[in-house]
Structures are given as C-alpha cells and as structure tokens.
C-alpha cells in the first residue's frame, strides 16, 4: 500500500525524474505564497480585522508550505498536501465573504455557501472530458474562479470596496489559469516549462485577496 502511496507523479513539464530537486523552480516559486501569507498576517494586524482573518492569512502559507512539499516529493500522498490547503482556502475565504464583506448571520451565510457550490460543483461536473484534457485538468478550479466572480460582483454591489478587489482577483486568476494551462504545451522550446509562473501570479491573487481581508474584512463586533 505505501509503496502505491509514495509512487512518483510526473504532471509538470519541468519534471523529468523521480529525483527529489527535480522541480526546482515549480518548488521554489512557493516562497510567494508563504511570503504573500506572512504579508497578510501583519496587514491582518495592523487594521486589527480579527482571528477570521488572519487565520485566512496563515492558511496561505500553509498552501505555500503544502505546495512546496508536492513539487519537492511529488508522489500520490504530497498531491494531498498540494490540493487540501488550496480547496479549504476556497471554501474559508467564500465564508469570509457572505460575512465579513456582505454582513450574512450564520444561517443565511451557510445557506448560500451550500447553494453556490452546489451549483458550482454542478457546472464543473458538467465540463466535458475534451475541454478538461484539453485545458491540462484546469477546469477543476472553477469553483474558486466562479467564487470571485460572483461573490466579487455581489459584495462590490452592495457598495462595499472589497469586491473589486475580488474581481481583481479573478482576472488575475484567469492569467494564472493560462499559465497552468499551456504548461505542457511549450515543453519542447522551453523545458522550464510554466508551472512556476501559475504559483507567482496565484501568489499575487492570495495577495490581493487579503488585502481586501485586512482593510474591509473587521468584524462589526468585537466577538468572532
């Protein structure tokens, strides 16, 4: 079993063997997230916007840290490391939304948080295999592409600033995306490949994001 566990993955372009410094660039590349996570922490406490949104900040660099172990030991239990941090950070910042930015009760926020991933996750399901193949497995981030999208229309119209910066956020991910994307595809002229250019723009993404946390995201109240 753990030798199935611990069986290499080969997915990016700048990989070309098992060894562990195999993907020095896709690996090193991660010190943007963890410098974009310790970034928020101080912006987090410097506008005093509270445990939620800090912990926001320190769950970037958790991703940092996870991706960082995957593109060093990529193996079938690394790629957990990769994919858990990114996903609870989807989810986590989605909450952060309908209550921090559009001031839900929990009740509602919950309510909304289910609906919209529920039709989220219908959509993706829904992508053809030809598109997926063909945009290299990224269509699996639609969830976190439609959040900012819809959550960042919604928030910015009820006139609060934070969802431009979420829109922000968005379009940055859409070039991020296209990184992801063309990554196997440009192997043959340039064997770096772009994988390392997906973590430096979904670094500058999180980055963004919590800056909105940070300046827009104070609770009303004092409690959590």
Known sequence: MWQTLLTPVDLYCERTGPGLWAEPANALTNLAFIAAGLWGVSQVRRHRAGTFAEVLAWWVVAIG???????TFANKVTIWADILP???FTLAYTL??????LGMGWGKAIAVFVAFYVVAGLITFAVPDWLRQASNGTTGYLPPFLALAFFGVWVAASGNRAGWYNLTGSAIF???VICRMIDPLVCASFPLGTHFLWHVFNA??????LAATARFGAPKVRSE
């Open 65 to 71: 840290i996870g991706s960082t172990l995957f593109h």
């Open 86 to 88: 990114i996903a609870g």
């Open 96 to 101: 952060f939304n309908l209550r921090r930015f």
């Open 174 to 176: 859409v070039v991020s």
């Open 204 to 209: 500058l993404m999180l980055a963004v994001l």
